[in-house]
């Protein structure tokens, strides 16, 4: 097993872009030449283009996935004195865009496996202010919808789906935002579909809900200067997407070699019992946006170390429980109020995975895990 000079990224973003730079240098040059740089052709395009690869009648292309959280619930009319539900294990972009729109965060811990928000969970956090459900399709894979639809239906909440880690994922054959009243996505660079810098959108079914989401991203208008509500300023800016359009084809394709990847690392890690690997949901199909493990909590920093050492970039994802962030002490949680994502924020490790990741450095990094473990 050499190690002499082997790097192995946790993403590799230009073995993307060598694969497929002519469709990339010519979409980006077409708006430059163009000078076609606001709401122009391309944004239109993958509107249209990318709604309909989400099995979707609209889509709202906006700044990023933050605000595109934040802009689809201030259309369903969320705000002050409202709460919305979030899982506890999340990016901080989940709670802070509900904040940011003058409502409450209340937290609720993780499925074990899934990693997801707990259905069994869910009904303790709702009262009276409660307004709606905010599911993380986390890691890839999508949270076990059925019973949250249910749950909201029950309560007469709305379902808001942050998909930003699991476009191209599906739940009984049915992809986000074919259950909740919106989905949001975010492009930043690193996720399965990524632009080459900020990037976000929200998709939906209910044409009310497009046409006022499409107005607060734009000032509150659809006609120039005709602003019919305060809105904001959160447009997809036109070179990305134009990368967008010209990645949109190989998402699918990109989405496979991603789950193949994780088929084998399932059997490269197969006998570590030091290790709880993740799992592939019965009615989910993950497209592993990322590849997530668990550890010992005193293991983990020197295995992190270990594989550093040895040219293998990792990640957590992530290291602090929302509840536990500093920007949430005034809520005053303790760690057990939320067991799972507690235990879990101290386990977890991210192992590299990118769709153009070649099998023998899925074997490296799986042989340097057998080996950190057998020493």
Known sequence: MSNKGKTIEFVDLKRQYASISKEIDAAINEVIQNTDFVNGKAVKEFEKSFAEYCGLKYCVPCGNGTDALEIGMKALGIGAGDK??????????????VNNIGADVIFCDIDAD????????????????????????????????????????????????DASQAIGSTYKGKK?????????????????????????????????????????????RIAKYDHEIIGRNSRLDTIQAAILNAKL????????????????????????????????????????????????????????????????????????ALPQLAAYAYLGHQKE??????????????????????????????????????K
């Open 84 to 97: 919305v539900i979030v899982p506890a294990n999340s990016f901080v972009a989940s709670g802070e865009a």
């Open 114 to 161: 899934s990693y997801n928000l707990d259905p069994n969970k869910i009904e303790a956090c709702i009262d009276a202010n409660t307004k709606a459900i905010m599911v993380v399709h986390l890691y890839g894979r999508m949270a076990d919808m059925d019973p949250i639809v249910e749950i909201a239906q029950k309560h007469n909440l709305f379902i808001i789906e």
């Open 176 to 220: 986000p935002g074919q259950s909740g009243d919106f989905a949001v996505f975010s492009f930043y660079p690193g996720k399965n579909l990524g632009c080459y810098g900020d990037g976000g959108a929200l998709v939906m079914n209910d044409e009310n809900l497009y046409l006022t989401s499409k107005k607060i991203a734009n000032h509150g």
């Open 249 to 320: 084809p190989f998402i699918d394709q990109w989405n496979e070699a991603r789950y193949k990847i994780a088929q084998q690392y399932h059997k490269g890690l197969e006998g570590i019992n030091e290790i709880i690997r993740p799992k592939d949901g019965a009615q989910e199909k993950s497209v592993y946006h990322l590849y997530v493990i668990r550890v010992d909590a005193d293991v983990r920093p020197k295995l992190k170390t270990y594989l550093a050492e040895n040219g293998i970039a990792t990640g957590v994802h992530y290291p602090i």
């Open 337 to 374: 109020d939320f067991p799972l994502s507690d235990l879990y924020q101290d386990q977890i490790l991210s192992l590299p995975i990118f769709p153009e990741m070649e099998t023998e450095e899925i074997d490296y990094v799986c042989d340097h895990l057998k080996a950190f473990f057998n």
